[in-house]
T-cell receptor, first 109, second 113 residues
């Protein structure tokens, strides 16, 4: 019930392409869904977040799509850049964050 | 720097020794979280505080682990009688009200030899 399942485990995208990472959850009590970006040796950095009362949120090149009925949400990175190469984690929260297993994104020029 | 600060950044210790890590949250954040992250995995919840009250402890947190947050400001995480399996990145995060943004520090990398 507390798990957040994330896919794919790794993703290779050409520069300028769209990166898509998916997450699914079971616990309908979750009501806050952030995405974090993590570079090697650093702590996770909050990227963008959504609440279940909206279906989409966009900030710059990053968009979260949220499907409450399917209990799924995804991160879309438009115009992917080599500097976006990092590990991305989805998370879901009631009173504490439960993280997915991460997606290692590599963007090649 | 007004972000979450963790010290030390790196700690190498011999098996069986005790270690203590410190986290200074963003000022005025009343919630403070501790997570553990091993290579290739997502952060795993350990415990969290609201002000000085420890509200939840994960089953991952054995009796060798203890966390405190005196006066609701900084927090310490102590591991007694360290084991090689304790080697990980220990992350601290702070946040305001429940279910708002949580910001992480840079972590403390623990290596038990």
């Amino acid at each position: 019930q507390q798990q957040v399942k994330q896919s794919p485990q790794s993703l290779i995208v050409q520069k300028g392409g769209i990166s898509i990472i998916n997450c699914a959850y079971e616990n309908t009590a979750f009501d806050y869904f952030p995405w974090y970006q993590q570079f090697p040796g650093k702590g996770p950095a909050l990227l963008i977040a959504i609440r279940p009362d909206v279906s989409e949120k966009k900030e710059g090149r990053f968009t979260i799509s949220f499907n409450k009925s399917a209990k799924q949400f995804s991160l879309h990175i438009m115009d992917s850049q080599p500097g976006d190469s990092a590990t991305y984690f989805c998370a879901a929260s009631t009173d504490k964050l439960i993280f997915g297993t991460g997606t290692r994104l590599q963007v090649f020029p | 720097d007004t972000g979450v600060s963790q010290n030390p950044r790196h700690k190498i210790t011999k098996r069986g020794q005790n270690v203590t890590f410190r986290c200074d949250p963003i000022s005025e954040h009343n919630r403070l979280y501790w997570y553990r992250q091993t290579l290739g995995q997502g952060p795993e919840f350990l415990t969290y505080f609201q002000n000085e009250a420890q509200l939840e402890k994960s089953r991952l947190l054995s009796d060798r682990f203890s966390a405190e947050r005196p006066k609701g400001s900084f927090s310490t995480l102590e591991i007694q009688r360290t084991e090689q399996g304790d080697s990980a990145m220990y992350l601290c995060a702070s946040g305001g009200h429940m279910n708002t943004e949580a910001f992480f520090g840079q972590g403390t990398r623990l290596t038990v030899v």
